[in-house]
């Protein structure tokens, strides 16, 4: 009796022991993206610099991904819009793109007075789309136009244009986060720096100014001061991220806390054992076999 009761005791241990392998397994393991690649993407949209004064030139680069050879793609990519409705950056081009990444560039050149030409100094939005069959993939990216040469002014982007920036994992920047640290700390875009907006003015040292410094606040107001406050103390590439961290969240783009920024594991979610996928159907199992043994049990006492 005592080595059937053994028996079911380890089988019960065994059992626990796969399905909660499994379900630990499951839990850490990386999902693959939604995105993956069995579509086209725009990988990057960029412009050779940021900001741009008039009769300059302006280069511009986009990388589309296809997952195989397609023929008959449009692109499209057109903005800096005048308050004339004329379009100074206009490109089109119907192409056949190749499996992987495939690179498309063009000149253009602004109008010699910005003024006459309906352009006043500010932030401009250069939309791109790749158009095939049914399918439009669309991005934006922004440049800023001054008055005059080597003025330095905040480029306003888009949650979209920042997502886009992180995911490249380029060095030539740094994502800044100016809200308080009791709000900065439960939630905050993944990799942000923090230094609260009343902080900033006595602490610009701890920045590298020749990088790309990208702001956000809340909505966006407070880090409209901060690039302010940037560029006073000698920032020359800074960019306000519009609609802050709210307009982040309404994306659907991932935060962190800062509880999981420091863990040793990226990504881990301290998600209940109960909610780990296999436990439900271990415990299930599990509670047949020892209903089985009583049973058994009940008929060899009688």
């Given at each position: 009796?005592?080595?059937?009761?053994?028996?079911?005791?380890?089988?019960?241990?065994?059992?626990?022991?796969a399905?909660a392998?499994?379900?630990?397994?499951?839990?850490?393991?990386?999902?693959?993206?939604a995105s993956g690649d069995?579509?086209?993407?725009?990988?990057?949209?960029?412009?050779?610099?940021?900001?741009?004064?008039?009769k300059?030139?302006?280069d511009v680069?986009?990388?589309?991904?296809s997952?195989?050879?397609?023929?008959?793609v449009?692109?499209?990519v057109?903005?800096?819009?005048s308050?004339k409705?004329?379009?100074?950056?206009?490109y089109?081009?119907?192409q056949?793109?190749t499996?992987g990444?495939?690179n498309?560039?063009?000149?253009?050149?602004?109008?010699?007075?910005?003024?006459?030409?309906?352009i006043?100094?500010?932030?401009?939005?250069?939309?791109?789309?790749?158009?095939?069959?049914d399918?439009?993939?669309?991005?934006t990216?922004?440049?800023?136009?001054t008055?005059?040469?080597?003025?330095?002014?905040?480029v306003?982007i888009?949650?979209?244009?920042?997502?886009r920036?992180?995911d490249?994992?380029?060095e030539?920047?740094?994502?800044?986060d100016?809200?308080?640290?009791?709000?900065?700390d439960?939630?905050?875009?993944?990799?942000a720096?923090s230094?609260?907006?009343?902080e900033?003015?006595?602490r610009?040292?701890?920045l590298?100014?020749?990088?790309k410094?990208v702001?956000?606040?809340?909505?966006?107001?407070?880090?409209?001061?901060?690039?302010?406050i940037l560029i006073?103390?000698?920032?020359?590439?800074v960019?306000?991220v519009?609609?802050?961290?709210?307009?982040?969240?309404e994306?659907?783009y991932a935060?962190v806390?800062?509880?999981?920024?420091?863990?040793?594991?990226p990504?881990?979610n301290?998600?209940?054992?109960?909610?780990?996928?296999?436990?439900?159907?271990a415990?299930?199992i599990a509670?047949?076999?020892?209903?089985?043994?009583?049973?058994?049990?009940r008929?060899l006492?009688?």
């Amino acid at each position: 009796m005592k080595k059937k009761r053994l028996f079911v005791v380890l089988t019960v241990v065994v059992l626990l022991s796969a399905f909660a392998g499994a379900g630990i397994q499951n839990a850490f393991a990386s999902t693959p993206s939604a995105s993956g690649d069995d579509g086209i993407k725009i990988v990057s949209f960029s412009t050779d610099k940021d900001v741009y004064s008039a009769k300059e030139e302006m280069d511009v680069f986009l990388s589309v991904y296809s997952p195989e050879d397609i023929s008959d793609v449009l692109i499209k990519v057109s903005g800096v819009k005048s308050r004339k409705g004329v379009y100074y950056v206009s490109y089109s081009s119907e192409q056949n793109l190749t499996a992987g990444e495939n690179n498309v560039s063009f000149n253009k050149t602004l109008p010699s007075c910005s003024k006459c030409a309906g352009i006043s100094q500010g932030t401009y939005v250069i939309d791109a789309s790749v158009t095939h069959d049914d399918e439009v993939v669309t991005a934006t990216h922004s440049i800023a136009i001054t008055s005059k040469p080597n003025t330095i002014i905040t480029v306003d982007i888009g949650v979209e244009e920042a997502k886009r920036m992180i995911d490249s994992e380029s060095e030539d920047y740094i994502l800044l986060d100016v809200r308080t640290e009791e709000v900065y700390d439960p939630a905050h875009i993944p990799g942000a720096l923090s230094i609260p907006l009343s902080e900033l003015s006595n602490r610009t040292e701890e920045l590298n100014t020749s990088k790309k410094i990208v702001v956000y606040s809340v909505n966006g107001s407070n880090s409209t001061i901060a690039c302010d406050i940037l560029i006073k103390n000698g920032s020359k590439r800074v960019y306000n991220v519009l609609g802050g961290i709210n307009a982040w969240n309404e994306s659907g783009y991932a935060v962190v806390s800062t509880a999981q920024s420091n863990s040793d594991l990226p990504g881990f979610n301290a998600t209940s054992i109960l909610e780990v996928p296999g436990f439900e159907a271990a415990f299930a199992i599990a509670a047949l076999l020892v209903v089985a043994y009583r049973v058994r049990r009940r008929r060899l006492d009688e």
